[in-house]
DNA sequence: ACAATAGTGTCTATGAGACAATATGGT
DNA sequence: ACCATATTGTCTCATAGACACTATTGT
């Protein structure tokens, strides 16, 4: 912070009175919805002087500095708005800045990155699911949410070859195949049954609850994510193809 | 942004009328110097009313609205100021924001990541380096400035394990034993030769030039960076001890 | 019995770790 | 010749990929 900034006292005051850019928070929410990975948009107020009047964006808005502690609350704040969920995978992914994202003057957000189950919560007003196709959004967003979403599932998509984020998509309980479906739609690749196996088993992430999956078919173990629910990192990647 | 942010219009105008956060761009500048990997740190100020005064700080200060264009230019900005270093590779690292960070109110800061050589650029003003011993820097920091460069180390060390960034601490030439070291002193562990070799060079970021490092023993070949000089990812990481 | 999916095993390839062997300069 | 470091090779181990095989349910 502030090599040079001058902070001169009430009585010196004017202090910090220097313009500052407008300060907002936004969230990029996935779940796994009809088999594939959604997020969650909201639309543009139409009113009088809003930018981008009813285009598609990514839940958020300004930090309110009597009202949010950090950063994290905040973004805490707009998912549970949204939502209603408490506790989701939440991490930052970035900040964006310029002169220029916002008409209305010189503007920063910081973006932050959130995973939920699909059976979790329930949308409040405005907020809808948009499916992501072929790793990209079909619509346009408005400021640079377009930038912001592509950064997201660039990133969720690098990360779930190494780690075990996706486990963060699930429902309490879930069988391995239905973990894997999960990684797929992420990847939009298949993956090796018996290496995908191997690799979850050991990482010592998921524990067996004592019921089964029942079905048309052979029934399928179910788990659910063992406590401490720190992400695990493997030290490979799944193998890409090609 | 700005899904529920009540923006109150006068009319329509006057509306962004609450209080904004101050913001501001930080950026952990690392170098290796005398085989350690050191950070470029500066003194705050101590003017009336300046917070944390005489305390050690990263190199950053207020946004200029006026001035950057956006947040990465800001930091680029100050980079040069500090270093004279025009290119280094710089990322984004994250931001920190909240109502208690700065004692002058709520506050958010971008934060950066810079790798420069140790041969490039020369410091301006009242920057000095400070070494990271056993993976912490010894003195205190000014706001949370401490935290911010934690969270670069352990950056910066993780993806050391996967990349090649540390090919952007190197000086134009340099040789594989060269940039063994470094990794080495980025990781504090020892690396083993030969699989180091076969990672890098099947890695395909470096190519020989035409000269030689002489010495009291054998010649080592020189090599440089290849232009494209984004970093490299390996599908492993180098195999963590124990 | 059959379909369908769950779960295991076998074989190969790749690349890391350990460590030995060889190469090439200066002195 | 000898030292010191560079560079290469050999052997073993872990894990991914391919793919076949077995297991267990409902119908």
């Keep these: 912070m502030a090599g040079g900034a001058r902070v001169e006292a009430i009585e010196n005051s004017g202090h910090l009175d220097f313009p500052r850019p ?5 969230v990029v929410i996935f779940a796994i919805l009809d088999d594939r990975l959604q997020v969650l ?62 008409p209305r003057g010189w503007s920063a957000t910081h973006a932050y990155f959130a995973l939920i189950p699909a059976d979790a919560g329930v949308l409040t007003g405005d907020a809808q699911w948009h499916p992501i196709v072929g790793g990209r959004l079909k619509a346009k967003l408005a400021f640079d949410h377009g930038e912001i979403l592509a950064s997201a599932i660039q990133r969720l998509r690098n990360k779930v070859e190494y780690t075990s984020l996706p486990a963060f998509l699930m429902p309490a309980e879930f069988t391995l195949p239905d973990l894997q479906r999960v990684y797929e739609i992420v990847l939009d690749r298949p993956l090796e049954k018996s290496a995908f196996r ?45």
Tied chains: 1, 2.
């Design 22 to 26: 407008l300060t907002t928070v936004d």
């Design 41 to 102: 948009l909201v639309r543009r107020p139409a009113g009088e002087g809003e930018p981008f009047p009813l285009s598609l964006a990514l839940p958020g808005g300004f930090v309110d500095v009597a009202k949010d502690r950090d950063l994290a609350a905040c973004a805490a704040r707009k998912l549970k708005e949204k939502t209603g969920v408490a506790s989701p995978y939440l991490e930052q992914l970035g900040s964006w800045g310029s002169a220029v994202r916002d």
């Design 198 to 242: 191997t690799r979850i088993l050991s990482a010592d992430m998921i524990e067996p609850v004592a019921r089964m999956r029942r079905g048309p078919n052979r029934p399928a173990q179910l788990y659910r994510l063992k406590k401490n629910s720190e992400p695990v990192y493997f030290v490979r990647t799944f193998n890409p193809p090609e």
